[in-house]
């Protein structure tokens, strides 16, 4: 089976820009997360979907951050405009609330280079 | 204000010998941690977790062990192997919810 995928792996751009980060959860995970890891801050949660529907979006950083969820299969991470602090690597993951376990899945990442 | 701390950024250990990894947290209620590893270049993967009814798990040569009183739980890697290393995360939880609080990493290079 195939995990978690995000695209692209890497990500240079110039600050102003605008950057969108992709994510494929696993087939018939219901839940799915966008995660940033920096160095002084760890793994940070930035927003939580299920079934599609945002529920938790408090991590995100402020309103150049957007996520949406349009179906089950595909997510998307914006950053509108792009600054030099947004340099992180951004993670998804998706996990299924229905087999009893929540564990989370994560994909490889997205390593974001703001210039 | 960090709610989960793990505060050894690195560790170095000899092939063969234990390996401690430790985490601290400071909210008391919660009640489900975890550990995951990650390579370089790879997403976090889990590795073992443990419920605050218990005070230890064991998955291998893996073992997860929570003292709730000092709010502190560690891993314990024996025998450590150079495969090993990797950066190791802990996390806290509110079981049956989503949210996992993450501490910022340890380093673990297992020497040969």
């Known amino acids: 089976d195939a995990g978690v995928i995000q695209s692209p792996r890497h990500e240079v751009t110039e600050m102003g820009q605008e950057v969108t980060l992709r994510c494929k959860p696993i087939s018939g995970h219901n839940s799915l997360f966008w995660y940033r890891q920096t160095m002084m801050r760890g793994l940070e949660l930035l927003i939580y979907f299920n079934n599609n529907v945002p529920i938790d979006d408090s991590g995100m950083p402020e309103d150049r951050f957007s996520a949406k969820m349009p179906n089950a299969s595909f997510s998307t991470l914006k950053i509108q405009p792009s600054e030099p602090r947004d340099s992180a690597v951004y993670f998804c993951?998706?996990?299924?609330?229905?087999?009893?376990?929540?564990?989370?899945?994560f994909g490889p990442g997205t390593r974001l280079t703001v210039l | 204000d960090q709610q989960v701390k793990q505060n050894s950024p690195s560790l170095s250990v000899q092939e063969g010998r234990i390996s401690i990894l430790n985490c601290d947290y400071t909210n008391s209620m919660f009640d489900y941690f975890l550990w995951y590893k990650k390579y370089p270049a790879e997403g976090p993967t889990f590795l073992i977790s443990i419920s605050s009814i218990k005070d230890k798990n064991e998955d291998g040569r893996f073992t997860v062990f929570l003292n709730k009183s000092a709010k502190h739980l560690s891993l314990h890697i024996v025998p450590s192997q150079p495969g090993d290393s990797a950066v190791y995360f802990c996390a806290a939880s509110f079981r049956g919810t989503y949210k996992y609080i993450f501490g910022t990493g340890t380093r673990l290079k297992v020497l040969a």
């Open positions: 993951a998706s996990s299924s609330d229905r087999e009893g376990t929540d564990t989370q899945y």
